[in-house]
């Protein structure tokens, strides 16, 4: 008994000693090396944790906004373009400004400021407008390398139809694309889903996820989504010249009239229903500030804001089915046709109809006026 009490005490001893040295090892030794190990992290990731952390969509927007203007010609043509660097340096299209040397530019806090052409391309649809007013102006981001990928997430700004502080998202669609509009060669261009349309042209089209600048909005395709961005890095040596070294005297574009670069005229359909269809987008996503402005003076002395948002409180969604356009005289009558999703009394409702809006130019913007609409059928569902 005295053997095995021995052998029992010496093992207990053998285990505190290593359960010591164990413990010892956890509470001095382990710590050391945790902090001494390598951190893997995402290779794209930079090492400043600020940095790392991308800035949330609507702050991009609201800081990119800011620095993108309304590009306006004395014919009332309009377009788009982006601060680039600190002179004063906006970038455009070329179809924009062809065949003026001065424009005017107005700022989202609609400040009217003089620009002048400093630079533009015969073959690229690129030009760049030095404004005095925005030298010191701190510009946006630009992509320096061409890194974008399909199905990266992209905003498109600009002022389509004279609205400023329009905001469209989509993705990357398709890379290297080639076409012509004459007299300009689009190559290695950037198709994206982003809705543009007349009034974009010249904006800039920025990353969703870094705030970067990666291609200046620049054509359409008929009535279809589909748009087409020129890289910025393919220009950016272009524009540096232009900036160092502003162009002497400027080329003629004959064959570009004013329509073709912006406003078009009240007869253009395309621009009409555009309009009405931003109008049903904004009351879609709680945004009825943007849509009470898209409607004519007349119609906003008759119903207030307070009146008109009411009018939509038990209106849960509303989507556009079609939209059809037919020129009158000096207005185009926009018809809608529409599926609402309404709710009253805890009972959920869809409900079809069909609103004829005149549409017609006021103080050189595009302006919705009262309108007459109908039900046309009605579903009701119980929640």
């Not at 009332?76 to 040397?101: C, M, P, R, W």
């Not at 119903?303 to 000096?330: C, H, I």
């Not at 805890?346 to 009262?370: A, D, Q, R, W």
């Amino acid at each position: 008994m005295n053997r095995a009490w021995i052998i029992s005490l010496a093992l207990t001893f053998c285990v505190l000693v290593a359960g010591g040295i164990g413990l010892y090892y956890v509470i001095d030794k382990v710590p050391a090396q945790i902090q001494a190990a390598p951190v893997l992290s995402d290779p794209q990731v930079n090492k400043s944790s600020e940095e790392q952390v991308p800035k949330k969509t609507k702050d991009i927007i609201y800081e990119s906004q800011k620095l993108v203007v309304q590009i306006e010609l004395e014919d009332g043509s309009i377009g788009s373009g982006f601060l680039y660097n600190e002179q004063g340096d906006v970038i455009t299209n070329a179809h924009v400004v062809a065949n003026n040397k001065d424009v005017t530019v107005m700022t989202t806090e609609s400040k009217e400021m003089p620009g002048e052409v400093i630079g533009i391309s015969r073959d690229t649809d690129v030009a760049v407008v030095r404004v005095p007013g925005l030298k010191g102006k701190q510009p946006l981001p630009i992509l320096e390398e061409d890194n974008v990928e399909l199905l990266d997430e992209v905003l498109a700004l600009g002022s389509p139809l004279g609205l400023q502080n329009t905001v469209t998202r989509g993705e990357i669609s398709g890379l290297n694309r080639h076409l012509q509009i004459d007299p300009f060669e689009y190559d290695d261009v950037y198709q994206i889903s982003a809705p543009i349309s007349p009034g974009n042209s010249g904006g800039p089209l920025i990353n969703s996820n870094t705030g970067e600048v990666i291609g200046i909005n620049s054509a359409k395709i008929g009535q279809e989504t589909i748009g087409f961005s020129i890289p910025i890095t393919s220009v950016l040596p272009m524009v540096k010249q232009w900036s160092e070294q502003p162009m002497e005297s400027l080329p003629d574009f004959p064959e570009l009239t004013s329509s073709s670069s912006a406003k078009g005229n009240v007869t253009d359909a395309e621009q009409a229903t555009y309009l009405v269809q931003y109008f049903y987008d904004s009351i879609n996503q709680g945004d009825f500030v943007t849509a009470y402005s898209l409607l004519g003076n007349s119609r906003q002395e008759e119903t207030s804001f307070e009146q008109f948002r009411s009018g939509y409180y038990n209106t849960l969604s509303v989507k556009v089915d079609n939209l059809v356009a037919d020129p009158k005289d000096n207005k185009i009558e926009v018809t809608a046709f529409l599926t609402a999703e309404e709710t009253k009394n805890g009972e959920v409702s869809i409900k079809k109809y069909k609103v004829t809006h005149p549409v017609k130019y006021e103080n050189k913007s595009l302006k919705i006026f009262e309108g007459s609409g109908e039900e046309l059928t009605a579903e009701s569902k119980s929640e």
